[in-house]
């Protein structure tokens, strides 16, 4: 039986790249860049990553929240989901890396397929908190609460219950002028009774935690790659 893969205009999705390491482990990384992020940045990661073995599909994304339309994050999240079925990558070995914005990508693929249950996130939160209120007054035209709303179904937080058997660990910056992680810490926490969460707090904040994570010390992510490897 052939398989059906949905297919949908790329918008979003602004470069894909595979990498195929010389020895396969036989696991595969879906790996998605922050917000303004290219792939070229992550380059020391991605090189680090296919080293020991795995094979990688990596992504980023075109800044989305210039144009000010909440339903651009919205097609997004589909417009990977197709990326992932016709990679054939919905299966149990693969393992969701994503920076910023790419680890919101992430959360959202592991609500939307129970088999993807491994996920790390560099740093992350309230993706409503990234926009200044001159911003959303002016050029959204909607409150912090509107726009909350709209992306109330593919934001960080969920409702306790509606994310079940994940294992996801999550490197969470100590402070951040723009997301308190205090209040990420909290919400993320609420997925612990149904899932297995762990959080690293990481010197330093948002961005500082992506350059050291992906830049500075692109080795330092493998242990907790590792260990997702195990469920």
């Known amino acids: ?18 990498i195929i390491p010389k020895q396969p482990n036989g696991k ?11 792939l070229w940045h992550a380059a020391r990661h991605l090189k680090a990553l296919r080293n020991h073995g795995y094979t990688i599909y990596a992504l980023d994304f075109t800044d989305i929240l210039r144009t000010h339309n909440p339903q651009e994050l919205i097609d997004l999240m589909d417009e990977v989901a197709v990326y992932l079925e016709k990679e054939q990558l919905i299966h149990k070995n693969t393992i969701m890396v994503g920076v910023s914005l790419g680890g919101l990508v992430g959360f959202n693929m592991t609500k939307r397929y129970q088999i993807l249950d491994k996920l790390l996130v560099v740093t992350g939160g309230d ?35 509606t994310v079940r058997d994940k294992h996801i ?10 997301i308190d992680p205090n209040e990420v810490m909290d919400e993320i926490t609420k997925l612990d009774q149904h899932n297995n969460v762990t959080l690293v707090s990481v010197p330093g904040g948002h961005l500082r935690t992506i350059i050291t994570q992906t830049v ?10 590792r260990h997702l490897e195990q469920f």
């Open 1 to 18: 039986m052939v398989a059906l893969v949905r297919i949908l205009a790329v918008k979003f999705i602004r470069s894909t790249k595979k």
């Open 28 to 38: 595969s990384i879906v790996y998605m860049h922050a917000y303004g992020g290219r």
């Open 127 to 161: 993706i409503t908190h990234l926009l200044t209120a001159r911003s959303l007054r002016n050029k959204w035209k909607l409150t912090r609460q509107e726009l909350t709303e709209r992306w109330q179904d593919v934001n960080m937080y969920t409702p306790p219950g």
């Open 169 to 178: 660990i999550m490197l969470l910056p100590r402070r951040d002028k723009v």
């Open 216 to 225: 500075l010390f692109p080795k330092k992510s493998l242990p907790h790659i």
